[in-house]
DNA sequence: CAGGATCCGATTAGATACTG
DNA sequence: CAGTATCTAATCGGATCCTG
């Protein structure tokens, strides 16, 4: 794409960084995923073929590298890519203390699953095999209803019943959930306000709280409620 | 333009972030101007056509201020627009590290003439006014020749001898100067190689290096020498 | 000096269908 | 699972001309 025609580093670093959907993609592999489904899953709205280019592009510039393994091909960051954590991390501190407004759109279900799964503190789970169900309020049907299956090695989430039984329900509508995500609404706060409500037992319905990191910037602090000006 | 329909602060921060030029536009206000013509001088590819657009944009999202004065227009960053300086500065810092490669279309005369004028240190000027004339070697005729016109209270780059005489002459290639000006090549390290000379007395000759802060990204320690894997 | 208005060509990305 | 190929609709941005 374009090129800005100036030797300043910032610039140049734009002509990289600035291409629609480059960084949620960097973002994504900064995250951990390193398949091609997987980053998908993260950028859902994206089309494959137009992350298909963005991660042969990203390959051209040296910021990934791609490797064809037996399971298929693994994206990887290299070192100059991997120094783009700082820059993402810049950026989501500045979004979440001035970009606090969401809109319906923002509001993906399946993204914020998909968020949660991957920040299960796994050792703060109980011990054995845990079922937690989501009821997402007011979503479409085939969105309604979700499963996050944890164990001590992993977490995994479906869009169906995994057949274990669960152990703990949880029900809120998806702004709730995505507020508290951010940081803007209090766990606490939500419980008793009936806005999240859990249902199961009641050593787990203290402890699930425990078992989520929610955003990395979550805890980034906001400015003052006053003028921009 | 594009939405990213995603909760995440990163994704709501590139939407605003992303869009061409934009970035370079807030580095502008960053660095100081404020007035429609110089920030247009740094960003001199951007159409005025297209900059107006994406001031308005700002505007809209409330990173920057327009306000009607005598002399006419005047953008001002809000508390918002001027936390994005932590942005563009990370940025930068990325991109002098990982992105040294410049094309012969980066090596702007005009761009390193006014980012030149934009740094020099006011208090290290002898007393008085100095005049100091530039000649960039291959450069375009019209491109070639520049003067800055430096004294205690302000520094003015022309295209035209100014009159006042000239004190001191640099002459260099315009690539020689962006690496200088980058942190990539040292002052003496040119001069001792003759990449870059000086006409003139020589306690001006001597004295000139003091005169120019460089890049605010000159000295950013840039990564060993080894494959980027 | 600081734009506004238009037109038009180039680029882009979504949708769709197909592949090993 | 991880793409490729193709087509089309939409968008974007440069150029040009005009304004107070």
Not at 13 to 29: G, H, K
Not at 56 to 82: H, K
Not at 197 to 204: D, K, N, V
Not at 213 to 223: E, K, Y
Request: glycine share 8%; hydrophobic share 40%; net charge negative.
């Amino acid at each position: 794409m374009g090129e800005y025609g100036q030797f300043c580093p910032v610039a140049k670093a734009a002509e990289v960084l600035d291409e629609r959907w480059t960084l949620l993609v960097v973002r994504e592999l900064v995250a951990g995923s390193t398949r091609f489904n997987d980053i998908h899953r993260g950028v859902p709205r994206m089309s494959r073929t137009l992350l298909t280019k963005r991660l042969r592009t990203l390959v051209d510039q040296g910021l990934i590298t791609r490797r064809e393994e037996r399971q298929g091909p693994v994206y990887e960051l290299t070192t100059a890519g991997n120094e783009l954590a700082a820059v993402v991390d810049v950026i989501g501190q500045w979004g979440i203390r001035w970009l606090s407004s969401l809109s319906d759109e923002d509001l993906d279900p399946a993204l914020l699953m998909w968020d949660m799964h991957r920040r299960v503190d796994l050792g703060a789970l109980p011990p054995g095999r845990t079922v937690l169900a989501v009821v997402l309020d007011h979503a479409a049907p085939q969105l309604r209803n979700w499963w996050l299956v944890l164990d001590q090695h992993e977490a995994d989430v479906c869009d169906y019943d995994p057949g274990f039984g669960t152990d703990l329900t949880m029900q809120a509508s998806t702004g709730t959930l995505v507020r508290i995500w951010r940081g803007e609404l209090g766990w606490d706060d939500a419980v008793r306000t009936s806005r999240l409500e859990l249902r199961g037992p009641s050593e787990l319905r203290r402890q699930v709280r425990t078992w989520f990191q929610l955003s990395p910037f979550a805890t980034v602090s906001r400015p003052e409620a006053r003028d921009a000006g």
